[in-house]
């Protein structure tokens, strides 16, 4: 047993706390990030904190030294399966707003594509702030989208890319749509970390979302233009 197995986590400030679970998640630690996790949220962190601080933050960390090469593929995913279980735990209480729906978005990640940690923040965030969301997971075809579409009828769709090599698939769902002649009944919002306002622009999307609280703040003031929804009002402080 090493000086790491021995540390208790709840003897630490929440300063070392932090610290500490940006380690855990950079080595994959499951369940110190679920007792990091829980142990914030006994001091009364808010789930947003928690999530942003201790969990984004260790992921930003973790993806500097993948792009770097220190890390690589599998030690990755650990650290990605970390943050899962302590999303698990932040989802229900980011969830919990009991305020009437703003509207409704179809997420994913687009064909070719299987980072979903992103996305799966973006749903959390937004049904934290009333959306429903309809999350259809990673690798979505232009059929995926249509099906998801016709069945839950949202307001917002919403494409994630993390590739550079995935992210022109979202033109091939935008044109799709077009071609059927009901581009104009959505909003249409893109995110991901190697798209940017031009490239939104250049696809025919409403809009481009540099992280998962400018996909609430933007969602929310499409919705208002949108139908003056009084949810939506309510939901963006106006
Ligand atoms: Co991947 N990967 N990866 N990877 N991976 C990147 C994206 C990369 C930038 C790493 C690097 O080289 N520095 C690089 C892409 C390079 C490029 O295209 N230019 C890369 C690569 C190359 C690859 C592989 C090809 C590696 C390989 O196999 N050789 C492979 C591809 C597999 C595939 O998809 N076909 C691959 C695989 C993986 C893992 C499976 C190991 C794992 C994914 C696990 C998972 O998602 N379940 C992984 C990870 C974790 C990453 C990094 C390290 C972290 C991504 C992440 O989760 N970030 C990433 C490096 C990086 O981005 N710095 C990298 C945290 C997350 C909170 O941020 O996803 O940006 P992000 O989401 C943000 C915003 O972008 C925005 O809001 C989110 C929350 O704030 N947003 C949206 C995202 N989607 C949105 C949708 C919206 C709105 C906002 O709709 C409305």
Redo the contacts with the bound molecule.
């Keep these: 047993m090493d000086e790491e197995d021995d540390l208790d986590l709840s003897t630490l400030n929440d300063e070392e706390l932090v610290k500490q679970m940006h380690d855990d998640l950079y080595d994959g630690l499951n369940d110190e990030i679920v007792e990091g996790v829980n142990i914030l949220l006994g001091r009364n962190w808010t789930p947003y904190d928690v999530l942003t601080q201790a969990l984004?933050e260790g992921?930003?960390i973790?993806?500097?030294d993948?792009?770097?090469g220190i890390?690589f593929?599998?030690e990755?995913?650990m650290?990605?399966?970390a943050?899962?279980s302590g999303m698990a735990i932040l989802k229900p209480l980011l969830a919990e707003t009991g305020a009437p729906s703003v509207g409704t978005?179809v997420?994913g990640?687009v064909k070719?594509?299987?980072?979903?940690?992103?996305?799966n923040?973006?749903s959390m965030?937004m049904e934290g702030a009333g959306f429903e969301v309809i999350n259809i997971g990673?690798?979505n075809s232009v059929e995926d989208y249509m099906a998801a579409i016709e069945e839950h009828n949202p307001d917002?769709i919403?494409?994630?890319?993390?590739?550079?090599?995935?992210m022109p698939y979202m033109k091939v769902v935008i044109d799709a749509l077009v071609e059927k002649g009901i581009r104009s009944n959505y909003i249409i919002?893109?995110?991901?970390?190697?798209?940017n306002d031009a490239f939104a622009d250049s696809i025919g999307a409403d809009s481009?979302?540099?992280?998962?609280?400018?996909?609430v703040e933007?969602?929310k003031q499409f919705m208002i233009g949108r139908q003056g929804s009084v949810a939506a009002r309510e939901a963006a402080g106006t």
Excluded: E, Q, W
């Design positions: 984004v992921m930003r973790v993806g500097i993948f792009r770097d890390l593929v599998p990755v995913l650290s990605a399966n943050m899962k978005m997420i990640t070719g594509d299987i980072h979903d940690i992103g996305k923040l973006v965030m990673i690798n917002i919403g494409m994630s890319a993390l590739l550079t090599t995935t919002l893109v995110g991901g970390a190697p798209l481009y979302c540099r992280d998962a609280s400018m996909a933007t969602a």
